[in-house]
């Protein structure tokens, strides 16, 4: 079992930074595929960002793709997204989640797959 909480959220105005934490409980960590999802007000959760195992695969949706960089330091038990340019339409929590999945990290993209969810963490971009 896996406990996820994240930090680092906060308000910010368009083209700004944040850097996003997802501290994990137990020995295991390292075994686990690491993702990122937001969600808006009433919008579904979607999508952000994931990372496999080891660290050196990480796949993106197309929205962030070259603003946000996730990764994960299994020796310290947690992964962050480094959140740049940011925009009005990045609003929202932020989830960090946890699967032991063998499948590649392409198909690991939808939320129903993923077993671990933390509380989440509000981001604001102010325009």
């Known amino acids: 079992q896996v406990q996820l909480v994240e930090s680092g959220g906060g308000l910010v105005q368009t083209g700004g930074s944040l850097r996003l934490s997802c501290a994990a409980s137990?020995?295991?960590?390292?075994?686990?595929?690491m993702g990122w999802f937001r969600q808006a007000p009433g919008k579904e959760r979607e999508f952000v960002a994931v990372?496999?195992?080891?660290?050196?695969?990480?796949y993106y949706a197309n929205s962030v793709k070259g603003r946000f960089t996730i990764s994960r330091d299994n020796a310290k038990n947690t992964a962050s997204l480094q959140m740049d340019s940011l925009r009005p339409e990045d609003t929202a929590v932020y989830y960090c989640?946890?699967?032991?999945?063998?499948?590649?990290?392409?198909?690991?993209?939808?939320?129903?797959?993923?077993?671990?969810w933390g509380q989440g963490t509000q981001v604001t971009v102010s325009s």
């Open positions: 989640a946890a699967v032991a999945s063998p499948s590649p990290i392409v198909f690991l993209t939808t939320h129903r797959r993923y077993d671990y």
């Open positions: 137990g020995r295991t960590f390292s075994t686990y595929v």
């Open positions: 990372v496999n195992p080891s660290g050196g695969s990480t």
